[in-house]
């Protein structure tokens, strides 16, 4: 097997990876914060501050994609791990259409 | 007929459900080579959302310790406002700055309220530029940058932001809300003078006396109070 890394496909996979992950931690945080929104232990000043800053988040990881042009790598990497979480919950939610399907072949 | 899945799960819903439910790990674990131990674990570890951990009574003082030395620190972090003085927009951005030798863009966040637009740096603390609407006697744009020309004292600000054509209209639209007039002004492109149309004798620079050029102009709009 031949692997070609250059200077262009490292930048695109390393950084579209890292930037990835960042991106699903933001989005995990992003959530966490609106259930603890609307749980009401915050008050309304705490309640602007993280809305502000989880929108001053989101523009800084915009502006990284655009200007390193890594907008398509970044979204094929959470494709490809959304697909294999959907793969294994369908593996433990439907047992039997996998097996079905492993006699077929 | 079988019943179907049609909505995908991804990585974050995953996430989510484990975060709100509450992880509890307890482990024990031997990494050994050859059938030899050769790295020991003891893992105790509980990962839940933080809504979670208080519904069971965990890490509460904590929070609330947490939030309480946040809520001071942060304090400082805001631009002082006046009484009624409300934040409209606030936007990366920077001001031209330049005072004897020393030239440059100094960049914070501006902060446009009912009464003023405020460039605030948060570290160091300190307010960069500030002007009062009363001040503004018109803007213009010059390429990527905002020219304002001001008023008791003269002056001529240069900003850029994350928006300029936003920050623009969100200046001439809360001048508007307050009747202020709003002349039309220009940038000498030789000398980068600002001057007000309505003020120049005959159509020239008065600083490097550039004769201007007579072409349509997208001018700001002249409002009379």
Known sequence: ?105 | MEPTRDKHATLVDLLDRVLDKGLVIDADIIISVAGIPLLGVNLRAALAGMETMLKYGIMKDWDEATREYARKEWKKKEPPLRQGEKIVLRMFGSHWFSRGIYRSWRTGYFYLTNKRLLLFREEPTEVLFETTYERVRGLTIQGKELHILLKEPDETAILHAKSIDELKEAIESEMKAMRLALENVETCPRCGNLEAMTSLPEDRCPRCGWARLLKPQITTPVIRG
Do not use: Y
């Open chain 1, 1 to 105: 097997m031949v692997l070609n890394v250059d200077e262009d496909n490292l930048k695109h996979g390393v950084l579209g990876l890292v930037i990835a992950l960042v991106e699903i931690i933001r989005d995990a945080l992003r959530i966490q914060a609106f259930k603890r929104m609307e749980g009401g232990s915050l008050t309304e000043e705490e309640c602007e501050r993280l809305g502000r800053v989880l929108m001053d988040f989101d523009v800084a990881i915009e502006e990284i994609k655009e200007e390193q042009g890594i907008t398509e790598s970044v979204q094929a990497v959470r494709d490809g791990l959304d697909s294999v979480v959907d793969n294994i919950l369908d593996k433990f939610l439907n047992p039997e259409r996998w097996t079905n399907e492993a006699e077929k072949l």
